[in-house]
């Protein structure tokens, strides 16, 4: 079957990875999580080997068993969008060059941990990286933008140059986590001669960030909320805003909750949420991460009630 065209815009969830017990990949229950996100009308794209999917876990061979399954699941019905989480440049060149033989439609690039630094301030030095994978695929990149108080940050003057220098780059995922920043970057990509399109992950702030201006949703809490989101991304390019807000109301106490301190623990929370909601069997995760304690998913259940979760 053959696949749809990358559509760089609307609602594309992260899905999570569920573990067995003994920590392998649980294909069956990521089978199910897919299919319940596939059926889930107004979703535009799934993407793969990300923070949600714990891909810093993953081996190579999983990563690729991984974006196999996806493939294997969508079939076309939606584009997929592939993670390529290396530090070396040659190193993600080489994973791009992968995921796109293997089938992929996107690619969402991470920065590299060697630029952990101050890489911000050689910009010169994300530019080469970005070059490298571009030089070995002509699949569209998307550039991850990483809160504004990470050493991996861009900074809006280097991730416009960016853009505007590797025409392959077609979007940004946008998670400054600062709202005021999210502006500028929206304001300066925007002003380009080409478009880039601005994917928000700011899920603390979902509903303001989409106030400001956005092409679309692309979070791993979305693989929680989708079809929240896809209502809230409805009702926000349809002006509605009444309905934005009450949409928005659902969500909150879920974000707040899964996006806590520390946040290392955000897919955790999620994926236990998934599998109290009936999404996945056990929450299990790889360590470093531990399991969540009893308290915190007291918490959780609370969010879930809250927010209307099991009846959205």
């Not at 108080?149 to 600062?178: H, P, Y």
């Not at 201006?213 to 926000?236: C, F, P, Q, T, Y």
Request: net charge negative; proline share 4%; with cysteine.
């Amino acid at each position: 079957m053959t696949r749809s065209p990358l559509s760089i815009s609307g609602v594309i969830p992260a899905h999570l990875q569920p573990f067995t017990a003994d920590g392998r990949l649980d294909e069956a229950n990521l089978r199910k999580h897919l299919r319940a996100l596939l059926d889930v009308p107004g979703i535009s794209g799934i993407t793969t080997n990300a923070h949600a999917s714990e891909t810093a876990t993953l081996t190579q061979d999983e990563r690729a068993r991984q974006l196999d399954i996806v493939l294997e699941e969508t079939n076309g019905r939606v584009p997929v969008i592939a993670g390529i989480y290396e530090d070396g440049s040659a190193k993600a060149a080489a994973a791009a060059a992968r995921a796109q033989q293997a089938g992929a439609d996107g690619l969402l690039v991470f920065p590299s941990a060697v630029l952990d630094g101050g890489g911000y301030q050689r910009p010169d030095m994300a530019r080469g990286h970005f070059s490298e994978i571009a030089s070995v695929t002509d699949l569209p990149l998307i550039a991850f933008i990483y809160p504004n108080f990470s050493a991996l940050r861009f900074t809006v003057d280097g991730i416009t140059q960016l853009c505007a220098e590797i025409d392959t780059i077609a979007a940004v995922k946008e998670w400054s986590n600062d709202i005021v920043i999210y502006e500028r970057t929206w304001r300066a990509l925007k002003s380009l001669d080409r478009d880039v399109a601005v994917l928000s992950s700011f899920s603390r702030s979902l509903f303001s960030s989409l106030c400001v201006g956005a092409d679309g949703i692309l979070s791993g809490h979305g693989s929680i909320v989708a079809s929240l989101h896809v209502r809230l991304w409805e009702a926000v390019n349809k002006l509605d805003l009444a309905e934005a807000r009450r949409v928005w109301d659902q969500i909150w106490p879920l974000a707040e909750e899964c996006y806590k301190e520390p946040l290392l623990d955000g897919h955790n929370r999620m994926k236990n949420i998934l599998a109290l909601t009936g999404g996945i069997d056990e929450a299990y995760v790889r360590s470093p991460l531990q399991p969540l304690s009893d308290e915190e998913r007291a918490g959780l259940r609370a969010a879930i009630a809250e927010s209307g979760l099991l009846h959205a």
